[in-house]
């Protein structure tokens, strides 16, 4: 079911397993205001709907937007996805090597300086990544609900 759309995101989401699937918008610094807007929609969306799983499809975005402000959209929603009841992201890679390496390093620095309340995984491919947010929570999320 779709949970929100517009010109730049479609949330759809998956009551049976608990997943709101965003595919990650084309980073174009034009569009940049727009994709914020989208992205704190998507978190309100998240919360409204006490959503626990987050599948972020990086695969086919394409990035024309300076690697500060890309940054800085990602931190902003990994800030925001905080002051939800998230437990699970997702995320799948793209097939640009040296974007993926960045955004490896971009998320080991984001967990450090955040102390993140969720796990953020990625992966090669979709069939993974839904495997992966469709098993057993975390040890860490298990002791959340204790």
Do not use: C, H
């Not at 397993?17 to 998240?46: F, G, S």
Request: charged share 25%; hydrophobic share 45%; proline share 3%.
């Amino acid at each position: 079911m779709i949970l929100y759309e517009d010109s730049v995101v479609r949330l759809d989401y998956s009551p049976a397993n608990d997943v709101v699937e965003l595919v990650w918008p084309d980073m174009q610094q034009v569009y940049l205001p727009e994709i914020k807007r989208a992205l704190a929609k998507t978190v309100e969306v998240i919360r409204i709907y006490d959503v626990k799983n987050l599948l972020l499809d990086a695969s086919q975005a394409t990035i024309a937007a300076s690697t500060e402000e890309s940054q800085a959209v990602s931190l902003a929603l990994a800030k925001e996805l905080m002051g939800t009841r998230l437990q699970r992201l997702a995320r799948v890679e793209s097939l640009d090597s040296a974007r993926e390496q960045a955004i490896k390093s971009q998320l080991e620095e984001l967990s450090k300086a955040l102390q993140l309340t969720y796990d953020i995984q990625s992966f090669s491919d979709k069939a993974s990544a839904l495997a992966w947010l469709e098993s057993a929570p975390s040890s860490a999320t298990l002791a959340w609900q204790a």
